[in-house]
C-alpha cells in the first residue's frame, strides 16, 4: 500500500505541473545531448590520436625541377638527398614517391570529391620523399637538416597538421561542454522550482499526512522520484536525440571525410558507450537537486 501511495503521489505530481515537467525535461534533453555530443568528439579524437600515431610521416617536397627531371631519382641531388635520409639517426623508412605516383595517390585520397579532381594536375604534385620516425616528436631533426637544402620545396611535418586539427576538435569539444554546463544550470532550477511548487500543491495532503505520523523522508518520497523520473526522461530524449543526429545529419556532414578516412566514423556503438554516462548524470542531478531543495525550501 505504501509503495502504491508513494508511486500515485509521483504520477498526480507529474500531471498536475505538467508545462513545467515538460519544460524541466526538454532542457535537461538538451544540457544532456551536449553533454553526449562532446563525449562522442572525445571519443573521435581519442580514436584519431590512435589510428595516426603510427602512421605519422615527414614529407620532404621536392622542387619542379628534380619533379619533372627525375622520375626515378636516380641523379643528382634527389639520389643523394635519398642517401642522407636513410643515414640520419632516428630515420625508420624512407619511400620515394614521384610526381605521377603522388597524383595517383591525391586521387584516392580525394576520389569522393570530384570537383576537386577536376581542377587538380599532375604538375601541381611534387615528388616526395615520405619519411616515417621512429620517434614522430623528433620532426624538428629533418626539418633543420634539409630545410633550404638544394633540390629541396619544403619539409611538411603531419604531425602540426593534426596538432592543429585535434585542437579544433577539442575546441569544439569544450564549446558543446560549456553550452551543456549552462544547459544544466537551467535544468537545476526548473528541477527545484518544479519541486517547490509541486509541494505548495500538495500541502494539505502532505501536512494531514504528517498529523498521522508519516515521516519526512516518506512525505518527501515521492518529489525525489518526480525529480528523477523526469531527469530519465530527459536522459532517454537525449540519446534518442543523438541516434536521429547521427542518422540523419552527422553521417551525410561527414561521409567525405570518413570515407577518405580523414576522421573515424561515430557508430551506434559509441552512443551506446556514452549513453550510461548521461543516465548517471541525469539521476545524480536530480536526485541530489530534488533533496538539497527539498532541505533548505520546502518543510514537509
Known amino acids: 500500500m505504501r509503495t502504491s ?9 507529474l500531471r498536475r505541473n505538467v508545462t513545467m515537467t515538460i519544460a524541466m525535461i526538454l532542457t535537461t534533453a538538451i544540457s544532456l545531448g551536449l553533454l553526449g555530443g562532446g563525449l562522442l568528439v572525445v571519443r573521435m579524437v581519442d580514436k584519431m590520436q590512435a589510428n595516426y600515431a603510427g602512421k605519422l610521416e615527414v614529407s620532404v617536397l621536392l622542387t619542379n625541377d628534380v619533379s619533372a627531371n627525375d622520375k626515378d631519382c636516380t641523379q643528382q641531388p634527389c639520389a643523394g638527398l635519398r642517401s642522407q635520409l636513410e ?5 625508420e623508412t624512407v619511400v620515394f614517391q614521384n610526381r605521377d605516383e603522388g597524383f595517383e595517390r591525391f586521387k584516392r585520397i580525394f576520389e569522393a570529391q570530384p570537383e576537386l579532381l577536376k581542377l587538380a594536375r599532375p604538375e601541381a604534385i611534387p615528388a616526395t620523399f615520405r619519411v616515417k620516425l621512429e620517434d614522430p616528436d623528433r620532426t624538428d631533426v629533418i626539418k633543420q637538416a634539409f630545410e633550404g637544402k638544394p633540390g629541396v620545396k619544403g619539409v611538411d611535418d603531419q604531425g602540426k597538421f593534426l596538432e592543429r586539427f585535434f585542437e579544433g576538435l577539442n575546441g569544439l569539444r569544450d564549446v558543446a561542454l560549456i553550452l551543456a554546463l549552462i544547459q544544466a544550470f ?6 527545484s522550482n518544479t519541486i517547490q511548487v509541486s509541494a505548495f500543491t500538495r ?5 494531514i499526512m504528517r498529523l498521522v505520523g508519516a515521516t519526512r523522508w516518506y512525505t518527501q518520497l515521492p518529489f525525489l522520484i518526480e525529480a528523477v523520473v523526469a531527469g530519465i526522461i530527459g536522459a532517454v530524449s537525449a540519446v534518442a536525440g543523438l541516434v536521429l543526429f547521427k542518422a540523419f545529419f ?5 561521409r567525405n571525410l570518413t570515407e577518405s578516412g580523414i576522421i573515424p566514423p561515430i557508430g551506434y556503438l559509441d552512443i551506446l558507450i556514452v549513453s550510461p554516462w548521461l543516465f548517471l548524470v541525469a539521476i545524480v542531478i536530480s536526485a541530489t537537486t530534488g533533496y538539497v531543495t527539498l532541505r533548505l525550501y520546502v518543510r514537509l
Do not use: N, P, W, Y
Not at 552527422?250 to 561527414?254: C, G, V
Open 5 to 13: 501511495f508513494v508511486f500515485s503521489e509521483v504520477v498526480t505530481g
Open 87 to 91: 643515414q640520419t639517426s632516428g630515420v
Open 186 to 191: 537551467a535544468a537545476l532550477l526548473l528541477i
Open 203 to 207: 500541502r494539505v495532503e502532505v501536512g
Open 250 to 254: 552527422l553521417d551525410r556532414i561527414t
